[in-house]
């Protein structure tokens, strides 16, 4: 027992448990892994406007209207699910994600970018350096989200859509679109 107490008291044992536990808060931080194992479904329903009024036999508008597509294909981590690119009747676009699968993790964000998409593992040597504009976190890792372009996005300007994880610059997965 007096051996215990000596160690216990001694300076450098100290530091050296401040210094550990300092290190296992940063490192849960930063890495967040209960993520493995948190999925988070979203239900966004389908975008649509709000009505405009009918004015002398005007009909309502069809709906929303398919600007571009895409097929996420995996980078990182497995990722699955459809991208369109939709003009709602009130002008506005929406880039929705439909039966999104991937893994969860620590900010994770919905770009557009003017990155070509190429296949395979190495996440962060599939995009370049070039423009893109966040929409926003990542609802959710599972299901059907909606993200509101900006009115001053050019689409012309990015040709993909990747899921990013900016703790880590990475690609958990990406699309090119296709222009419908």
Sequence with gaps: ???????LGRPWFITALFAGVVIAGVGLY???PWKLWVDETVRDPFPVAAPAPARGGDSAAAGPEELAEGELISHEHETSGSVRVLRLTD????????????SNGPAL??????????P??????????GRHVSL????????????????????????SVTIWCDRFDVSF????????
């Design 30 to 32: 930063w890495f967040q």
């Design 1 to 7: 027992m007096g051996r215990v107490r000596r160690v």
């Design 173 to 180: 997965g990406a699309t090119e679109l296709t222009r419908t």
């Design 91 to 102: 002008g506005t676009r929406v880039l929705r994600l439909t039966n999104l699968e991937t």
């Design 120 to 129: 395979g593992k190495d996440g962060w040597h599939v995009f370049d350096d």
């Design 136 to 159: 926003g976190k990542l609802k959710g890792n599972k299901g059907d989200q909606n993200y509101t372009l900006p009115a001053d996005v050019d689409l012309n300007r990015y040709r």
């Design 109 to 118: 964000r919905v770009w557009l970018s003017d990155a070509e998409v190429k």
